[in-house]
């Protein structure tokens, strides 16, 4: 269920690890954010059933408003709610205080690591989803499927997830930690790892985005693109890109298209149909997908052009 999501949003080839790395880092947000959901509400009421029906909705929605604060942040303060129901004296020292709550990390880290995924229960995952994996080098890489996939890494030969010993292995060096790996490897994890992040952050954004430009247009006024860029703090890309994903999901549609432009022209109706059916894929406007269909076969002109005349 986490790793799906994740894959249909990546939108490169990136290490494997940094995949396995991502899962195990949002199962360990999700059960600290419940956990700090329920230390939070623990002492709202709930002796009727009203009262208890509306704690656990409380409990609920705030655990969701605590996932996207990331799990270090979540640690820390959940070591301070229930630094609050332990036994400190005030005549502890520094020293103990720090104990107390390095302790006590410490074993919300374990509470949390026995909620994580194990290496072979990922690769049952992969296998299970048929996604594509291949070796390059020393490095098992996993290839997203985007629509905006972009290939960064050509001549990689998918590996066969149904044999029992290619998920062994593959699990096998899952297990590897990153400090033991090379520099460079451990480079790629971690810039891999980075890249799901922002997408992963620009997927739940995404909503708040959808849900501030539908509430301008309730209000009769409408939220532009340099508005929604600066209340969101957006670059033009991530700002693309969550409309990509937005019109994709049907959360939003296509908005002051203009019919007739100055520089028209008339597909025949089987291009046209197929430069829709694109559109849609990629979540842009026609006009958009179009642009780019043409921008790519321009390109290609292009490289078979100057690789011609390289050979005479």
């Keep these: 269920m986490i790793l799906h999501p994740l894959v249909a949003l990546s939108d490169k080839v990136l290490p494997l690890k940094s995949y396995f790395n991502m899962v195990q880092q949002v199962q360990r947000t999700t059960h600290l954010a419940w956990a700090l ?19 656990a909705e409380r409990a609920a929605a705030l655990e969701v408003e605590l996932r996207a604060k990331g799990a270090v942040y979540l640690a820390a303060t959940l070591a301070e709610e229930t630094k609050k129901s332990t036994r400190v004296t005030a005549q502890a020292t520094p020293e103990q205080r720090a104990a107390v709550e390095r302790d006590l990390l410490q074993k ?32 098992y ?8 996939f972009k290939e960064t890494k050509k001549n990689r030969n ?12 593959l699990s096998s ?51 532009r693109k340099i508005d929604v860029r600066k209340h969101f703090g957006l670059s033009h890309t991530d700002y693309e890109r969550i409309m990509s994903m937005a019109r994709r999901e049907g959360m939003i549609s296509f908005r002051n298209r203009k019919k007739d432009p100055s520089n028209s022209y008339v597909l025949r109706a089987k291009n046209h149909q197929r430069v829709v059916e694109y559109a849609e894929k990629f979540g842009h406007s026609p006009q958009k997908t179009l642009n780019k269909i043409l921008d790519d076969f321009f390109d290609l002109i292009e490289k078979r052009r100057e690789k011609s005349t390289v050979g005479s």
């Design 37 to 55: 959901a329920q230390a939070l509400t623990k002492d709202l009421p709930a002796g009727t059933p009203a009262e208890a029906k509306a704690k």
């Design 108 to 139: 919300l880290d374990q509470d949390a690591q026995r909620r994580l995924c194990t290496e072979d229960v990922f690769m049952v995952a992969c296998s299970f989803l048929e996604v594509e994996i291949a070796k390059q080098g020393s490095v």
């Design 141 to 148: 890489y996993l290839k997203g499927e985007s629509p905006d």
């Design 158 to 169: 998918p590996l066969n997830l149904s044999d029992e010993v290619v998920l062994k292995t």
């Design 173 to 223: 060096g899952l297990a590897r930690p990153d400090e033991e790996r090379g520099a460079v490897e451990r480079g790629q994890i971690d810039s891999g790892f980075n890249h799901l992040v922002r997408l992963n952050k620009l997927h739940l954004t995404m909503t708040e985005v959808v849900r501030w430009i539908k509430e301008g247009d309730q209000k009769n006024t409408p939220r």
